[in-house]
């Protein structure tokens, strides 16, 4: 059913004021035929307008502190952590203008959402993320608004679920009973980290020395397109590694898109961290939108489609005083109700104050964390920080996973010296392996099944057989 556009008149625009950006007819993926041969085509112009090009400058740096300010005395009190803060945010801004601290865009978001009918009573999330364990915190947020999510990850968001995955989540959704019809909300983020020093893809990771990488697996496919080239990059649809299937899915459409949007084997090379995850988001929810408009009836649901790029503001280690903080940079939001499809502007919505951020962040439904201004601080530590950070309300972000807990292992450290102190020197030491040898014997068991009975070995087997046919 096709898409009517919205009248600006209709009872779903009263609730709250929004920004409506534009109106439109069909599904956006549909939305007309566009040139190859330009470096990026009208679609990709749009959303990222204001963003670094697909071949930024070398060595182009995030702004200093004072950029674009007039000098000013040095900041005094509750002046160094807003400035500290706007320091921080403008690192990432540089590179995502649209960014917004992640409690901050989660209360925009649903308010934006509940103005034209959604809420976590009727309608199903639909996320698609990073399968990376430190995207979880964006999860979690998600869930705490909408319940229990559906899950479609894959390495570095590619979507690889099809359209029976979606409509596995689609079929799960709550049916109004007055009107039968279901809601169902898409989310859709590629990861990047940006530290805060404000060098990318770097991160450190709790119990990992060193740096590690995010996104992982956007970095990796951005080294093998430059190592192989561009053309040898765009495989044929549908072909792809058996041992390395999602990587091999990932690489190839990447490469497509940066082929269809009139990127050339220089341009690659050119290309940084975050221009690929910006090449990588408009990949995975062009994607998605063209998975909705297989899988989804606009006459008996209404849906809206978030999608942007989740950003990771950590500390360049992980214990160390800088606060991890996390940033969503909001693409799309479209919002289709009764067949009517509307833009939303996020930006266009105030932000929380941080003591209303911090009531947020620390009341029951939340699952734990927070601190800030108005909450109480941790035993023995200083609250977390929570505060204004120019257009944005910034708190920091501890995982929600118990040995991420940068507050956590923070104790537990200060616990194990006291420790030590306590035995005095040449204490300790022995190991914690069990000392019962005849318990833990009994724990061995035989090996379960075959080693050659993997589906790498069946698939094999088959292309041996004589009778193996390739069904068209």
């Not at 500290?84 to 690192?91: P, V």
């Not at 833009?343 to 927070?370: K, N, W």
Request: charged fraction near 20%.
């Amino acid at each position: 059913m096709p898409l009517r556009p919205c009248n600006p008149s209709t009872p779903a625009f009263r609730p709250v004021a929004l920004s409506v950006t534009a109106q439109g007819r069909g599904h956006s993926h549909h939305a007309g035929a566009r040139d190859p041969r330009q470096a990026l085509p009208p679609k990709a112009q749009g959303r990222t307008r204001a963003l670094p090009g697909l071949s930024p400058s070398p060595g182009t740096q995030a702004p200093a502190p004072d950029e674009e300010q007039a000098p000013i005395q040095k900041p005094r009190g509750i002046q160094t952590e807003l400035a500290y803060l706007r320091q921080r945010t403008r690192i990432i801004t540089h590179h995502f203008p649209s960014a917004l601290g992640v409690d901050d865009f989660m209360q925009r978001m649903e308010i934006a959402l509940y103005a034209f009918g959604f809420s976590g009573d009727n309608s199903i999330a639909m996320v698609n993320l990073c399968r990376d364990e430190v995207t979880l915190t964006l999860k979690q947020k998600i869930d705490q608004v909408f319940g229990s999510s559906f899950n479609t990850n894959g390495l570095g968001g590619v979507l690889t679920c099809g359209v029976s995955g979606v409509r596995a989540g689609l079929s799960h959704a709550p049916v109004s009973k007055g009107s039968g019809k279901e809601r169902y909300v898409f989310f859709s983020f590629p990861h990047i980290s940006i530290d805060s020093r404000g060098r990318q893809g770097t991160i450190s990771r709790p119990g990992r020395p060193g740096q590690s990488c995010a996104c992982g697996a956007l970095d990796g496919a951005l080294a093998d397109i430059r190592r192989t080239g561009l053309a040898a990059a765009c495989k044929v649809p549908g072909v792809h590694e058996p041992l390395d299937p999602e990587m091999t899915i990932l690489k190839q459409r990447l490469a497509r898109r940066l082929r269809y949007e009139g990127v050339g084997e220089e341009g690659v090379q050119a290309l940084d961290l975050v221009a690929m995850t910006q090449v990588a988001e408009r990949t995975i929810t062009d994607d998605l939108e063209y998975l909705i408009s297989q899988t989804v009836d606009p006459a008996r649901a209404d849906y809206a489609v978030v999608t942007g790029v989740q950003i990771h503001s950590w500390g360049t280690s992980f214990d160390d005083d800088a606060p991890n903080l996390e940033f969503v940079a909001p693409s799309t939001i479209d919002v289709v109700t009764n067949g009517c499809k509307t833009h939303v502007d996020l930006l266009a919505l105030p932000a929380l104050t941080p003591r209303q951020i911090a009531l947020l962040a620390e009341g029951p439904e939340s699952g734990g964390g927070g601190g800030g201004g108005a909450g109480p601080a941790r035993p023995g530590r200083p609250p977390s920080v929570c505060n204004s950070a120019g257009h944005t309300t910034l708190r920091e972000i501890d995982p929600p996973y118990m040995y991420a807990s940068a507050a956590q292992r923070e104790d537990r450290m200060a616990r194990i010296a006291a420790y030590a102190q306590a035995l005095g020197p040449g204490a300790g030491g022995e190991g914690d392996t069990c000392s019962w040898p005849g318990w833990q014997s009994r724990l061995r068991a035989h090996e379960p099944h075959r080693a050659d009975d993997s589906s790498i070995h069946i698939d094999q087997a088959s292309l041996d057989m004589a009778d193996w046919k390739i069904q068209p």
